[in-house]
C-alpha cells in the first residue's frame, strides 16, 4: 500500500517548490495553509449590533456624570478645577490600561477581556452611587476603575470589526459603530438630567446603567464571535497565528508609519476639544442662560439644567448626522482619491476652529447663535470619527491592529482629553481669583478657558495633512510579503521578495498577471489590470 503512495510532495506553500519527491522512508510534510475561517453574514452583522449596543453604553459612562455635574460639586463641595479632575482620573485611567488591554488584545481572547472590563467598569459605576460625601476621594477612584474598564472596549472591539468586515462594507459598519460616539454622550447628559429631575436624586442615574450592562455582557458572550485575526482579509500571519512578534516591536513598526503617528497626532486634538466641550459646555451654556436673565443661578441641589438636555439632545443629531456624512463622503472619494480620508479629515477640523470660536464669542451677546455654531462645530468634528479608524485599520497590519488602537486612545487621551477638563477647569478658576465674585464673571472666565481649543482644532487639521502625505505609502507597506498580508508576488516563502532586476525573473504574460500592490481594494497587476 505504501507502494502506491504518490511519490511526489503537494505543493507546500504559494510559489514554494512543487513536484518534489520526498526521497525514500521520507512523508511529505503537511500542508501549513490553514483552513479558510467563515461567518455567515447574518452572523457578522448580529455582532456587529451587540457590539454597538455596548459602545452606546461605555459613552454613556463618559459623559452621564458631566449632565449631573451642578449636583456633584454641590454634594461632594468639588470646585471647578477639581470636577475637571474627575473626567481627568477617568481619562487617565483609561490610557494607562489601554496599553495593556491592547497587547491582550493581539494575543489571547479579546471576548474575555473585553467581559472582564465590562464587569469592571459596571460594578464601579454602580458601587459610586452608593458613596457618602465625606468619602469624596473614594467617588474619583470609583470613576478611574471605570476609566479602566473602559479601555478593554474602546481598545479591542474596533479590531473585531475589522476581522468581521472589509472594504466598503467595514467603513459603513464602523460608520454605525462610530455614530454611537455621539449618541452615547449625548443621552449621557440625557440620562443624567431627566433622571434627576424624574427622582429628585442623581445617583439613580449610576444606577439604571448597570442593568442595561448586564444585558450586554450576556449578548456579548453569547451572540458575538472571537474570529482570527485578519480573518476576513484572509492574511496569513494574522490570521493563523504564525510567529509573532514582541510589543516592542509592534510598537517600533508603529513608530516608523508616519500615516499611523501623524493620524495619531490629529486624533489627540479632537480628543481634547471634544472632552472639554463634553464636560464643561453643558454648564457654559446653563452659566450664559443666567447671564441673559433667562434663568435664575442654582445655590442647592437639585440643580435643574435644561440645557444639559438641550445639548445632549444637539450632541445626538449633529453626530448621527456628522458620522454619516463623514463615512459616506469617504466611501465615494477614496475610490477616485486614494487621500481622501485624511484630506476630509483636515478639512472638517480646519472648518471647526472658526465655528467653535464663534459659538464662544457670540454666547454673551446671543445665545441661539452661539448654539447654532456649536452644533455646525459638532457635525463637522463628528465627520471623523469612522474615518479616522478605518484610516488606522488600513495602514496598520493585523498583527498588532489592538496595539496600534491601544497606543492611539493612549497617546489620544493622555494629551487630549485626559488634562483638557481639567486644564479649562483651572484656567477658569485662576480667573476668576483674580475678578470680581459675580455670575457674569464667573461666565466670562470658563469662556476665555475655552478659547484655546480652537487653536488646537486647527493644530489636528495640519496633522492630517501630513497624515495624506503617507497614507498611500503606508498601505501598501501594511499589504508587503512579510508582514502577514497576501503575498505580492510568487517566492518559496512568506516575506521573499524578488531580486532585480525584477524583469529578468518574470515572462510577459507573468508579469501581467502578477500583482505588485495589493491594497485594501483590491490588487493590481504590472498590466494595470485587477
Not at 457578522?44 to 451587540?50: D, E, G, L, T
Not at 517600533?252 to 486634538?269: D, E, H, P
Not at 470660536?357 to 445665545?367: E, H, N
Not at 480652537?454 to 512579510?482: H, K, S
Request: charged share 15%; hydrophobic share 45%.
Amino acid at each position: 500500500m505504501a507502494g502506491g503512495m504518490s511519490a511526489e510532495c503537494p505543493e507546500p506553500r504559494p510559489g514554494g517548490p512543487q513536484g518534489q519527491s520526498p526521497g525514500p522512508g521520507r512523508q511529505c510534510p503537511p500542508p501549513i495553509t490553514p483552513a479558510p475561517w467563515s461567518l455567515p453574514r447574518w452572523r457578522a452583522y448580529v455582532a456587529a449590533a451587540v457590539l454597538c449596543y455596548i459602545n452606546l453604553l461605555n459613552y454613556m459612562n463618559w459623559f452621564i456624570i458631566a449632565g449631573v455635574l451642578l449636583d456633584v460639586q454641590e454634594v461632594f463641595q468639588i470646585s471647578d478645577s477639581h470636577a475637571g479632575l474627575l473626567q481627568t482620573v477617568f481619562i487617565g485611567c483609561l490610557l494607562l490600561s489601554a496599553p495593556v488591554f491592547g497587547y491582550l488584545g493581539d494575543r489571547y481572547s479579546r471576548k474575555t477581556t473585553m467581559s472582564f472590563g465590562i464587569l469592571l467598569w459596571s460594578g464601579a459605576g454602580l458601587s459610586s452611587s452608593f458613596i457618602s460625601p465625606r468619602y469624596s476621594w473614594l467617588f474619583f477612584l470609583s470613576r478611574g476603575v471605570m476609566g479602566t474598564g473602559s479601555a478593554s472596549y474602546a481598545t479591542i472591539a474596533p479590531t473585531i470589526l475589522g476581522d468581521l468586515f472589509v472594504r466598503d462594507e467595514r467603513t459603513r459598519v464602523l460608520a454605525v459603530f462610530y455614530i454611537f460616539i455621539p449618541v452615547g454622550s449625548g443621552l449621557g447628559y440625557v440620562l443624567g438630567s431627566a433622571v434627576t429631575t424624574l427622582t429628585g436624586n442623581w445617583r439613580w442615574a449610576l444606577r439604571i446603567v448597570p442593568c442595561l450592562e448586564a444585558v450586554a455582557l450576556i449578548l456579548l458572550i453569547l451572540l458575538v464571535p472571537d474570529p482570527p485575526r485578519g480573518a476576513t482579509e484572509m492574511q496569513g500571519e494574522g490570521a493563523v497565528g504564525g510567529s509573532r512578534s514582541s510589543w516592542c516591536e509592534d510598537v517600533r513598526y508603529l513608530g516608523k508609519n508616519c500615516s499611523f503617528v501623524w493620524s495619531t497626532l490629529g486624533v489627540t486634538a479632537m480628543a481634547f476639544v471634544t472632552g472639554a466641550l463634553g464636560f464643561w459646555a453643558p454648564k457654559f451654556l446653563l452659566e450664559a442662560r443666567v447671564v441673559h436673565g433667562l434663568q435664575p443661578p442654582c445655590f442647592q441641589e437639585p440643580c435643574s439644567n435644561p440645557d444639559s438636555l438641550i445639548f445632549g439632545s444637539l450632541t445626538i443629531m449633529t453626530g448621527v448626522i456628522g458620522v454619516i456624512l463623514g463615512a459616506e463622503a469617504a466611501r465615494r472619494y477614496k475610490k477616485v482619491i486614494p487621500r481622501a480620508e485624511p484630506l476630509i479629515c483636515a478639512s472638517s477640523l480646519l472648518a471647526t476652529a472658526p465655528c467653535l470660536y464663534l459659538a464662544l464669542i457670540l454666547a454673551p451677546t446671543t445665545l441661539l447663535a452661539s448654539y447654532v455654531f456649536l452644533g455646525l462645530g459638532e457635525l463637522l468634528l463628528s465627520c471623523n470619527w469612522a474615518v479616522v479608524a478605518d484610516i488606522l485599520l488600513s495602514v496598520v497590519v493585523p498583527r498588532c491592529r489592538g496595539t496600534a488602537e491601544a497606543l492611539q486612545i493612549t497617546v489620544g487621551h493622555i494629551l487630549g482629553d485626559a488634562g483638557s477638563p481639567y486644564l479649562t477647569g483651572l484656567i477658569s478658576s485662576v480667573l476668576r481669583a483674580r475678578r470680581p465674585d459675580s455670575y457674569l464673571q464667573r461666565f466670562l472666565s470658563l469662556q476665555q478657558s475655552f478659547l484655546c481649543c480652537a487653536f488646537v482644532i486647527a493644530l489636528g487639521g495640519g496633522c492630517f495633512l501630513l497624515t495624506a502625505l503617507y497614507l498611500e505609502r503606508d498601505e501598501a507597506r501594511a499589504w508587503q510579503p512579510g508582514t502577514g498580508t497576501l503575498p505580492l508576488a510568487p517566492g518559496p516563502a512568506q516575506g521573499w521578495t524578488p531580486p532585480k532586476p525584477l524583469a529578468s525573473l518574470f515572462t510577459h504574460s507573468e508579469m501581467l498577471s502578477t500583482p505588485l500592490l495589493c491594497t485594501r481594494e483590491g490588487c493590481r497587476g504590472w498590466g494595470g489590470k485587477e
